[in-house]
């Protein structure tokens, strides 16, 4: 597998704040998980994906290039909305494209603002769940640069305290692309779907890449 290491010292140090003790008005954010019956078209979705490039008994990448079918199947909203944003703050997406940011400013009043839809930000959001915000070896990530929105999942942990990085396969993505986790808000959903949570957190500094097979 090509390795890229997503430094994200920055983005993970402003995590861990969100990891304080709940507070009265608090957003609670956990792990995504959705249906069997979801997971299984999305499957589907992707070895056919796979299946169209490349032929039986041959290495491919594993990345998931999702499509608008595939983001409503995770109860995210249209590629469109997605790519025209980015998610410096945990960010609720709605299906039919709200934008709601999660984190106080001026005075925790505010929020996203997307397809005439505004919301007020809680004063703290806490993860339930291992690691920061989610953050760990298996979590899933959304790779959401460019014209693409690409789907993986993160492997090794390295470095020290002050100083970690995170391992994806090196075909999530290129040097500069900025990796972004996906969680859920707790207890809430629409048309019977988790609303997912985004948060970018760190970019992509170094990838080997020998071809299929080593990288």
Request: aromatic share 6%.
């Amino acid at each position: 597998m090509r390795r890229g290491r997503l430094i994200g010292v920055g983005a993970i140090a402003a995590a861990a704040g969100l990891l304080a003790a709940p507070a009265a008005g608090a957003v609670s954010v956990g792990e995504l998980r959705l249906p069997a019956a979801n997971m299984a078209k999305l499957q589907r979705d992707w070895v056919d994906q796979l299946m169209a490039r490349y032929p039986m008994h041959s290495w491919a990448p594993m990345r998931f290039n999702l499509r608008n079918r595939d983001l409503r199947l995770m109860g995210l909203p249209p590629k469109r909305v997605l790519l025209a944003h980015r998610y410096r703050v945990p960010t609720a997406v709605y299906p039919d494209g709200r934008i709601v940011r999660l984190t106080a400013k001026n005075g925790g009043k505010g929020g996203g603002k997307s397809g005439g839809g505004a919301a007020s930000s809680p004063g703290l959001v806490t993860y339930a769940g291992a690691g920061f915000f989610g953050i760990r070896p298996g979590a899933w990530l959304l790779l959401i640069n460019g014209n693409s929105i690409g789907w993986c999942s993160m492997a090794h942990v390295y470095g020290a305290p002050g100083s970690y990085e995170i391992s994806t396969a090196g075909h999530c993505g290129k040097p500069g692309d900025i990796g972004t986790v996906i969680g859920a808000l707790s207890n809430k959903t629409v048309n019977g779907l988790p609303v997912p949570v985004l948060i970018d957190f760190g970019s992509f500094q170094t990838v080997h890449d020998a071809g299929l097979g080593n990288d």
